[in-house]
C-alpha cells in the first residue's frame, strides 16, 4: 500500500477517496510522533545530567507532559493542514469534498515525515549520546548553539525540507481526489498552507526569516 502512494499517488488517492478511512492516515501519523517523542530522549537526558539530583521527580514529570504533548501536537498539525487545503479547495475552487475525507487522505501525505522523523531522531542520538550540559546557567545557550550549528543538524534540517516539499508532493493528489479538483487547482491549494511551513522550517535550519 506504501509503496503505491510512493510510487503512484494519483492511484493511490483515486482509491482512498472512495474509502476515506481514517484508520491508517492515523497510525501514520501516530507513527511521526512515537519517532519524534522517541528522538527527544537523548535531549532530554543530557539536559537532565546538568541539573540538581533533587530535580529529578521534577524532570521525569516534565518529560512525560512532553511527550504526550508531542504526540497531541502532531495530531494537531494534521488537522490543521487537512483543515487550510479544505477551506481553500471550498473558498478558492468550490471543492466539494468534505472535512473528515480531507484528512483522511491528508494524514497519508505525512509518510515522508516518518523518514525525517527517523533523521533527526538519529542525529539526536548521535550528538547527544555523549554530550553533558555545562552547570552553569550562563553557559548554556552558548552551548546549545555550537550544538545547533553542527553539520549533523543542518543535514537534518535540509532533510526536513526535502520530506515536506515530498509531502505537498503527494498531498497535491490527495487534496485533487478529496476535493474533486483539477490538478493545477489542487497544486495551489497546498501551495498556501505549505509555503508557510517551508518558510519556517527555513528558519529553523538556517534563521533565514
Excluded: C, K
Excluded at 42 to 57: I, K, N, Q, W
Excluded at 67 to 78: E, L, N, R, S
Amino acid at each position: 500500500m506504501v509503496l503505491r502512494l510512493l510510487t503512484n499517488p494519483d492511484a493511490f488517492f483515486a482509491e482512498r477517496a472512495e474509502d476515506a478511512s481514517l484508520v491508517g492516515p492515523a497510525f501514520v501519523v501516530l507513527l511521526v510522533a512515537v519517532i519524534g517523542a522517541v528522538g527527544s530522549y537523548p535531549v532530554l537526558r543530557a539536559t537532565v545530567s546538568a541539573l540538581p539530583p533533587e530535580a529529578g521527580p521534577f524532570v521525569t514529570v516534565v518529560q512525560a507532559i512532553g511527550a504526550v504533548f508531542g504526540v497531541v501536537i502532531t495530531f494537531v498539525v494534521w488537522a490543521l493542514y487537512a483543515l487550510a487545503f479544505h477551506l481553500i479547495a471550498s473558498l478558492a475552487f468550490d471543492g466539494e469534498g468534505t472535512f473528515r475525507d480531507t484528512l483522511a487522505v491528508v494524514g497519508w501525505g505525512f509518510v515522508p515525515t516518518v523518514f525525517g522523523s527517523v533523521a533527526s531522531a538519529v542525529v539526536n542520538f548521535l550528538v547527544f549520546s555523549d554530550v553533558r550540559f555545562p552547570t552553569d546557567p550562563a553557559r548554556i545557550g552558548p552551548f546549545v548553539r555550537e550544538l545547533r550549528a553542527r553539520p549533523e543538524f543542518l543535514v537534518a534540517g535540509l532533510l526536513g525540507v526535502v520530506f515536506l516539499l515530498w509531502s505537498a508532493f503527494l498531498w497535491t493528489f490527495a487534496v485533487r481526489h478529496a476535493e474533486r479538483l483539477d490538478l493545477r487547482e489542487a497544486a495551489l491549494t497546498v501551495a498556501g498552507p505549505v509555503t508557510v511551513a517551508l518558510l519556517l522550517r527555513l528558519n529553523g535550519v538556517f534563521g533565514v526569516v
